[in-house]
């Protein structure tokens, strides 16, 4: 158990619709960071909040947005689904700002039929 | 801005071999680099890291080395075990902005 918690941990949803992934960091951890990791590809990097505010943005769609609330645990909504939003969702925590020691939870595994 | 270059994309190797993956960076102010292990199905894991000060670091069967001046870092697996095989990821940052590019992924099997 890494620590981080997601959920949940596999959702099926229709093309249109609109969900929301849960993200709790580890313990301590004021960063928390998205991404995007479609079938056998490459972790895409969408989105980190550290301590409530917004610190970097990487190749998020309009379509999709987050938030970190005050007892840090993460939202990451995602609207207007297609199919090819299709993919596994990771949460990752990291102390500080720095992602020394980053820590990744176990997936949210989306299908968009 | 900086960008990570992992190669091989693949890698098959012979149980009890050594395997070894190679990245290249492009920011010479890079400064952390870590290595992540995914086995399928799970979120990635770190495995081991490095910082700029440091020329190489041990844990057990995997080591890291980096070459600052050429700008590339590897990660060494010796005698592989088949729970070895996985995606391996490397990554960089700098203290400028402190986010992590990755490289694109390695996938290590151990063959029996």
């Known amino acids: 158990d890494s620590g981080v918690t997601q959920t949940p941990k596999h959702l099926i949803t229709a093309t249109g619709q609109r969900v929301t992934l849960r993200c709790s960091p580890r313990?301590?951890?004021?960063?928390v960071y998205w991404y995007q990791q479609s079938l056998d590809q490459g972790l895409q990097f969408l989105i980190q909040?550290?301590?409530?505010?917004?610190?970097a943005k990487g190749n998020i769609l309009e379509r999709f947005s987050a938030q970190q609330f005050p007892d840090l645990h993460s939202e990451l909504n995602l609207s207007s689904l297609e199919l090819g939003d299709s993919a596994l969702y990771f949460c990752?925590?990291?102390?500080?700002?720095?992602?020394?020691?980053?820590?990744f939870g176990s997936g949210t595994r989306l299908t968009v039929v | 801005g900086e960008n990570v270059e992992q190669h091989p994309s693949t890698l098959s190797v012979q149980e009890g071999d050594s395997a070894v993956i190679k990245c290249t960076y492009s920011?010479?102010?890079?400064?952390?680099f870590p290595w992540y292990k995914q086995e399928l199905g799970k979120g990635p894991q770190l495995i081991i890291d490095?910082?700029?000060n440091v020329g190489e670091k041990k844990d057990q069967r995997i080591a890291v080395t980096l070459n600052k001046t050429a700008k590339h870092f590897s990660l060494h697996i010796t005698e592989t075990q088949p729970e070895d095989s996985a995606v391996y990821f490397c990554?960089?940052?700098?203290?400028?902005?402190?986010?992590?590019?990755w490289g694109a992924g390695t996938k290590l099997i151990i063959k029996p």
């Open positions: 920011d010479s102010a890079s400064n952390y």
């Open positions: 909040y550290y301590n409530g505010e917004e610190r």
């Open positions: 990554a960089a940052s700098a203290d400028s902005n402190y986010q992590l590019i």
């Open positions: 313990s301590g951890d004021l960063s």
């Open positions: 990752a925590s990291s102390v500080g700002l720095a992602p020394y020691g980053y820590t």
């Open positions: 490095i910082r700029s």
